[in-house]
């Protein structure tokens, strides 16, 4: 019996996920070789929004493009895969408003005080926050290993912030920046895998 292929719209969702984090990071470590003077840590990533010549469309543009991406796993692809269960609807609400978080850090630069420093701090506490909440989600569905990764995850885009604000290491804030940024990346892409798995289908 062959299998049958993602809709269209899966497959948006699914190839958006993937897009997403490529682009990102693509576009902010673009920014930062245009910008020689950037210091990981005596800067904040959001610092590069800022700057003249192509420093500050690379990464305000980037940031835009990588948030619609994400927004489009979100709806398309995470919330489908864990609407059986109250907690995954939440959670996919929460991630999909992670990503509207992401689009607004990219239109308002650290020029729009204090929108930017607000947007900035929604964007990295409901990380973990959806993370935790799509735990839940994993877990109720029986999917225990991703729930654990999930978990794990979560804390580890917590962490740095923690860490940060506890022992005050960086005197700004790339590194703990990245460090969320690059686990939630992670986790979005083995999300991508899992629900192809899950439902054996071809992707093409």
Request: net charge positive.
């Amino acid at each position: 019996m062959s299998k049958r292929s993602f809709s269209t719209i899966e497959r948006i969702g699914l190839s958006s996920g993937l897009v997403s984090p490529i682009v990102a990071f693509t576009c902010i470590l673009s920014a930062i070789a245009s910008y020689p003077e950037f210091s990981w840590t005596h800067n904040a990533l959001s610092d590069l929004g800022i700057i003249e010549g192509i420093t500050a469309p690379l990464f305000n543009i980037g940031l835009c493009i990588s948030g619609f991406f994400g927004f489009l796993f979100s709806v398309f692809a995470l919330y489908p895969f864990l609407k059986q269960h109250l907690t995954g609807k939440l959670g996919s609400a929460v991630f999909a408003a992670v990503t509207l978080t992401l689009i607004s850090i990219g239109i308002f630069n650290e020029h729009y005080v204090p929108i930017h420093f607000l947007v900035s701090v929604i964007f990295f506490t409901l990380v973990p926050i959806s993370l935790f909440i799509l735990t839940s989600a994993f877990y109720l569905s029986r999917q225990r290993s991703m729930a654990v990764f999930t978990i794990a995850v979560g804390i580890a885009a917590a962490l740095p912030w923690i860490f940060q604000y506890t022992f005050n290491y960086f005197t700004r804030v790339a590194i703990p920046e990245t460090l969320s940024a690059i686990a939630v990346s992670v986790w979005v892409i083995i999300v991508v895998i899992k629900i192809i798995k899950r439902h054996n289908l071809l992707y093409i």
